[in-house]
Structures are given as structure tokens and as C-alpha cells.
């Protein structure tokens, strides 16, 4: 395959015969069809998704980043550091963001949504540079319609940019040579790193732009770009050890297992399995449209975040096999889909990338929230002197040593804290093993009982289940005396008021 340094606008890769490597004949009324598919493409995703999600109350995670952007500039890099699993440069941003745009939960949000249509459009230009125009339409098409967490206040989808755009001016790089190309490389695969830590299993496809630049004799230009990555990756090398030290009190996930792994990776292969007969049909026929070095990096960048967490999970004993933090592989799936369809007939890929819109509608639904403010309302009107307990779902909450000061206790209240809420809140532990019981223990013989005492117990709910934690708590105050006056179930959230009689 030989490559030529074309516009913005050209596609750098061409196939064997020289001829562009968009080529796929289309009629009018398929031509017609694949202009209108990325807005009929925002129109579902407007109407299915995003607009019941972008207005909707913060969801679990959310309320963590409110809370570590509602302070000044330095709680936000110290809640950040300490409390968060992504460096501060996603929060400093939003903090910046919210001094502009105000902290309600849509203007938090929108950062997200304004990363996502960049990312489509970084993916589109990336499928039609690699491959030919229409697998980077289909591409975008698909990563529109897919989960990406573009509807929430977090940095995933950040992460998803910053690979794209890596990606995107590593093969820029390799081909021209050019520096500029070779800082974006590097700079945006940091700032992919910087969102979210586990990206780095997504950069290791890079390894073959690596390789073939070596082949190229630039081993030494090679060596500047990965000096310069080490020293713009070092300084959050110590909050990635800090957090990998107490990886087992951060994540809730069962260790995966193999099947586990195959449902993840199985939509790649079965990509890959297609783009493998393809290919092998157009190299039958002498027009090849896709290199197997391109396929091969797209397939290991659908394929390593999976694997690698996988890995990590068993090697380490405790799992993060969890989808989010895979999210790195959906813009290597996104083409791996656009590589199928644009090499089917026309009709074929449009019927092709209606189904992938429509499965969208179907699999990507809202995510519930709970309505903390109905909460807060609620704790306004019990009595003054109440003393308020509080269980938010936090996985900290499960370790004992959370419970050691002000700020930790801070940080398992941000979603009643943010929401309102003026009074002095005590979070207690979410689970009832034996020193979480201990705790809650203490906090019973620590209230006053000079008079008639208010407890008031507030916890998340979903349908008849209840945490442990606060079941114990329920159960030692009854035993110690109290009564239950009132149970109010609000949205996902359970509030029981307890009373002592005078003693």
C-alpha cells in the first residue's frame, strides 16, 4: 500500500491502483441516503437519549464531580487528587467551565456533549484518512448512538477524543514526518491517559506506529516523543500509584471471567472476521482498500482495553472489569463497523448502519437517577436538633478507615451536600461487617440523651433491597430504645426518622 500526503480534505490512504479509495459506486437515491445519515443519526439520539439524560437529576458519579468543582480552584485540584480516579484536568476544566456557564446539571453536562460531536468528527475524518469517506461517516454514525457517557458529567468521553485525535496525527506523523503532528500524537495520547487512567491499554496499538517509524529511521525523532510523553505523563504518576494502592476500596466488580472477556471482544471478531473475508475478496480482485498494518492497529485497539483489564483484574486480585473503563475501544469498534459496511454493497450498508442506529434506540436507555433534592426538602422539615445519618452508595463506604475526618466524611455526603442540604451530615458505613458495626456502635452511644433525640436515616434504594449498613443502624437503634416515627421513600432514596423517649 503506498501513502501520499493529501489535504484536510483528501484521504491520506489510497488503494494499489492509485485511484482514490472512495470508489464504491452509489445511486441517487443511495447517495441521498448516506447525506441524510448523521442527522437522522443526532435526531434519534436527540429524541431517545440525550434530551431525557442531559436534563435529568446527576447520576451517582455526577455528583462527585459537582461536588469536587463547587469549591475554589484549590479544593477542587486536592478533592480531585485525593478523591477522584482521573487526574485534575478534567475537573479544572469544568471549574473553569461552571464560572461561565453556571453549575446547573445540563451546564455541567454540556462539556461532554460539545467532546462528543468533536469526537465524531475527529472519527470520521480518521475512517476516511485510514480507510476510504464512508467508513468514517458509518463511523461517526455509530459512536453517536452508542453509550459513551457523553450525557453525564464525567471525562470518559474526553478520553475517547484524545485517542481519536492520538490516533488520528500518529498516522499523520508517521507518514510527513511533521512535528506538529508528532506533539498532537503525543500530547492528546497524555491527555487520554490524564481522563482516565486505564486508556493506556487503548495506546498500545501505538506500539506499531512505534515500530514502523523505526523502520523508517527515526528512531531518534521516535526517542524525543517518547522522552516528551514521559515528562508530561509524570506528574500524575503518583495519584495513579496512590489510587492503584487502594484499587480494591475504589471498584466493586466480580473477577471476569473468560466468558466475561469473549462478550466484550466478540462484536470485534465477528468485525474483524467480515473485514478478513473482504479483504482477502479485494486482493482476489487486485484492489485492496485496507492494509493489514491498519487493520491489524484498529483490531488491537478494539481489542486490548477489554483484555487489558482483564489481565489486570486477575494479576492484580482485584477487579476493574467494568464497561466504562473500556469505553477506549469504541472508536476502534466504530470503524471496525464502518470497515464492514462500506465495503458491503451501498444498499446493503445503509440498511447496515440503520440497523446500528436503531439497536441505539434500543440498548441505550436513560439511566435512573435519584432525586436528592426531594431528599434535601425532606431534611429541611425535621427538627433542628436532628441528628442526620447518611449512607450515599459510595464503595468507600465499605472501608472502615473512610470514616477518619472531615473531609472524608465530606466527600461521602457530596451528592446530599451539593444538592442543598445546610445541616450536619454523618455518613456512616454502607456494609455491616464487624468494624463498620463497631463505628455505627460508637455513633449510638455518642448521642446525647439528655432529652428526646431525632436520628434521622437517609440511604439510596433500588425497589426492596437495603445496604447492610443501614439495616444494622436501624437495628441497634430499635434495640436501643428508639421508635421509628416516619419512613419516607422518596426517588430512589429512603428517609426513616427515628425518636428516643426521654430518659
Known amino acids: 500500500m503506498s501513502m501520499q500526503v493529501l489535504s484536510e480534505e483528501t484521504p491520506v490512504l489510497r488503494d494499489t491502483s492509485g485511484s482514490p479509495a472512495d470508489t464504491t459506486p452509489s445511486t441517487g437515491l443511495v447517495e441521498l441516503g448516506s447525506k441524510l445519515l448523521l442527522p437522522f443519526a443526532l435526531v434519534v439520539a436527540l429524541v431517545t437519549y440525550w434530551y431525557p439524560?442531559?436534563?435529568?437529576?446527576?447520576?451517582?458519579?455526577?455528583?462527585?464531580?459537582?461536588?469536587v468543582v463547587s469549591g475554589t480552584l484549590s479544593e477542587t485540584l486536592e478533592r480531585s487528587w485525593v478523591h477522584q480516579g482521573q487526574s485534575p484536568l478534567y475537573f479544572v476544566m469544568i471549574w473553569a467551565w461552571q464560572a461561565v456557564a453556571g453549575s446547573s446539571e445540563i451546564a455541567l453536562r454540556l462539556p461532554s456533549m460539545i467532546a462528543l460531536f468533536a469526537s465524531c468528527w475527529q472519527l470520521q475524518m480518521l475512517g476516511k484518512?485510514?480507510?476510504?469517506?464512508?467508513?468514517?461517516?458509518f463511523a461517526a454514525v455509530f459512536l453517536l448512538v452508542?453509550?459513551?457517557?457523553?450525557?453525564?458529567?464525567?471525562?470518559?468521553?474526553?478520553?475517547?477524543?484524545?485517542?481519536?485525535?492520538?490516533?488520528?496525527?500518529?498516522f499523520r506523523w508517521l507518514e510527513t514526518g511533521a512535528r506538529s503532528a508528532g506533539l498532537v500524537w503525543v500530547v492528546s495520547a497524555v491527555v487520554a491517559i490524564a481522563m482516565q487512567p486505564f486508556a493506556v491499554y487503548a495506546l498500545v496499538p501505538h506500539l506499531?506506529?512505534?515500530?514502523?517509524?523505526?523502520?523508517?529511521?527515526?528512531?531518534?525523532?521516535?526517542?524525543?516523543?517518547?522522552?516528551?510523553?514521559?515528562?508530561?505523563?509524570?506528574?500524575?504518576?503518583?495519584?495513579?500509584?496512590?489510587?492503584?494502592?487502594?484499587q480494591d476500596t475504589l471498584v466493586i466488580a466480580d473477577p471476569p471471567t473468560v466468558i466475561d472477556l469473549w462478550a466484550a471482544l466478540a462484536p470485534a471478531q465477528l468485525c474483524v472476521g467480515l473485514l478478513v473475508v473482504f479483504v482477502l475478496d479485494r486482493h482476489r480482485r487486485g484492489t485492496p482498500y485496507c492494509g493489514s498494518a491498519i487493520l491489524g492497529f484498529v483490531a488491537l485497539w478494539a481489542v486490548f482495553p477489554a483484555f487489558g483489564l482483564f489481565l489486570q483484574s486477575h494479576l492484580t486480585g482485584s477487579s476493574?472489569?467494568?464497561?466504562?473503563?473500556?469505553?477506549?475501544?469504541?472508536?476502534?469498534?466504530?470503524?471496525?463497523?464502518?470497515?464492514?459496511?462500506?465495503?458491503?454493497?451501498?444498499?446493503?450498508?445503509?440498511v447496515g448502519v440503520g440497523a446500528v442506529i436503531l439497536c441505539g434506540t434500543i440498548f441505550v436507555n436513560p439511566v435512573?437517577?435519584?432525586?436528592?433534592?426531594?431528599?434535601?426538602?425532606?431534611?429541611?422539615?425535621?427538627?433542628?436538633?436532628?441528628?442526620?445519618?447518611?449512607v450515599t452508595g459510595y464503595i468507600e463506604s465499605d472501608n472502615p478507615d473512610a470514616f477518619a475526618d472531615e473531609e472524608d466524611n465530606e466527600y461521602l455526603n457530596a451528592p446530599i451536600r451539593w444538592h442543598g442540604a445546610e445541616q450536619e451530615l454523618l455518613a456512616i458505613p454502607r456494609?455491616?461487617?464487624?468494624?463498620?458495626?463497631?463505628?455505627?456502635?460508637?455513633?449510638?452511644?455518642?448521642?446525647?440523651?439528655?432529652?428526646?433525640?431525632?436520628?434521622?436515616?437517609?440511604?439510596?434504594?433500588?425497589?426492596?433491597?437495603?445496604?447492610s449498613g443501614p439495616e444494622y443502624a436501624e437495628e441497634a437503634l430499635l434495640m436501643d430504645g428508639f421508635e421509628i416515627t416516619e419512613r419516607r421513600p422518596e426517588f430512589g432514596v429512603l428517609l426513616t426518622t427515628f425518636l428516643s423517649n426521654p430518659r
Open 129 to 137: 484518512e485510514l480507510d476510504r469517506r464512508r467508513v468514517g461517516q
Open 208 to 246: 506499531t506506529l512505534a515500530y514502523r517509524a523505526v523502520r523508517k529511521g527515526r528512531t531518534l525523532s521516535l526517542l524525543r516523543y517518547v522522552m516528551l510523553g514521559a515528562l508530561l505523563v509524570a506528574p500524575i504518576v503518583p495519584q495513579i500509584l496512590m489510587l492503584r494502592e487502594r
Open 431 to 467: 456494609t455491616d461487617i464487624d468494624m463498620n458495626r463497631a463505628i455505627i456502635d460508637a455513633n449510638i452511644g455518642a448521642l446525647d440523651r439528655a432529652g428526646s433525640t431525632t436520628v434521622v436515616l437517609v440511604e439510596p434504594v433500588e425497589g426492596p433491597t437495603r445496604q
Open 368 to 390: 435512573d437517577s435519584r432525586d436528592w433534592y426531594a431528599a434535601v426538602e425532606a431534611l429541611d422539615e425535621a427538627s433542628f436538633d436532628a441528628k442526620i445519618w447518611t
Open 53 to 67: 439524560m442531559l436534563g435529568g437529576h446527576l447520576r451517582f458519579d455526577e455528583n462527585l464531580t459537582a461536588w
Open 320 to 350: 476493574v472489569f467494568i464497561e466504562r473503563y473500556y469505553f477506549a475501544a469504541l472508536p476502534a469498534a466504530a470503524l471496525l463497523v464502518g470497515m464492514v459496511l462500506a465495503r458491503a454493497k451501498p444498499w446493503v450498508g445503509l
Open 146 to 170: 452508542v453509550e459513551t457517557g457523553a450525557t453525564e458529567a464525567r471525562p470518559y468521553i474526553f478520553m475517547i477524543l484524545a485517542l481519536i485525535v492520538s490516533t488520528r496525527y500518529g
